[in-house]
T-cell receptor, first 114, second 112 residues
């Protein structure tokens, strides 16, 4: 059983396009996250949602817009893609928003912008 | 600023030896720490965690040590196996924020 799943696994697109990445968790968790991992493997949080409400919004260009239709899903929409957006994007979930519990990560979506 | 760092980008060990991966953190408000393992093409996978009211925690073949005085965290892997080859990240949770700050990762290479 997949706990945190993401689609697509790979995404190749051209500059200027708009794309979305979807995430679903079947763990019954209240909190979900998006992370970006750059080419040097550095992982940085972008957003987190608790029960469909945005609670962490790091310094991310407003071309990135997360959307949570329900607490089991957190999607990431990116407008006007740029070369620097190329990275691996990970979705994660955890039991509570305040932290202190493990975050479960999805398999990642490798985004390549050409 | 907030940062979690690792002392060595790459650690190479012989199969069967013990491995020690180190991590330094900077935020005194951190109350929870996690070690993750990331294999190529996969997401980070939980290994072990420790809360700030403890200084040692053991799992199966792994031990995490926390020294709050010098803000240092280490992961010890006993009898390292080829399947342990991966990138290892430490992460700190800033109290009551839910924000996990990750270190830069150490690549563990296990030689047969």
């Amino acid at each position: 059983d997949t706990a945190v799943s993401q689609t697509p696994k790979y995404l190749v697109t051209q500059m200027g396009n708009d794309k979305s990445i979807k995430c679903e968790q079947n763990l019954g968790h209240d909190t979900m996250y998006w992370y970006k991992q750059d080419s040097k493997k550095f992982l940085k949080i972008m957003f987190s949602y608790n029960n469909k409400e945005l609670i962490i919004n790091e310094t991310v260009p407003n071309r990135f817009s997360p959307k949570s239709p329900d607490k089991a899903h957190l999607n990431l929409h990116i407008n006007s893609l740029e070369l620097g957006d190329s990275a691996v994007y990970f979705c994660a979930s955890s039991q509570v928003a305040s932290g202190g519990y493990e975050q479960y990560f999805g398999p990642g979506t490798r985004l390549t912008v050409t | 600023g907030e940062s979690v760092g690792l002392h060595l980008p790459t650690l190479s060990v012989q199969e069967g030896d013990n491995s020690i991966i180190n991590c330094a953190y900077s935020n005194s408000a951190s109350d929870y720490f996690i070690w993750y393992k990331q294999e190529s093409g996969k997401g980070p996978q939980f290994i072990i965690d420790i809360r700030s009211n403890m200084d040692k925690r053991q799992g199966q073949r792994v031990t995490v040590l926390l020294n709050k005085t010098v803000k240092h965290l280490s992961l010890q892997i006993a009898a390292t196996q080829p399947g342990d080859s991966a990138v290892y990240f430490c992460a700190e949770n800033i109290r009551n924020t839910g924000k996990l700050i990750f270190g830069q990762g150490t690549t563990l290479q296990v030689k047969p």
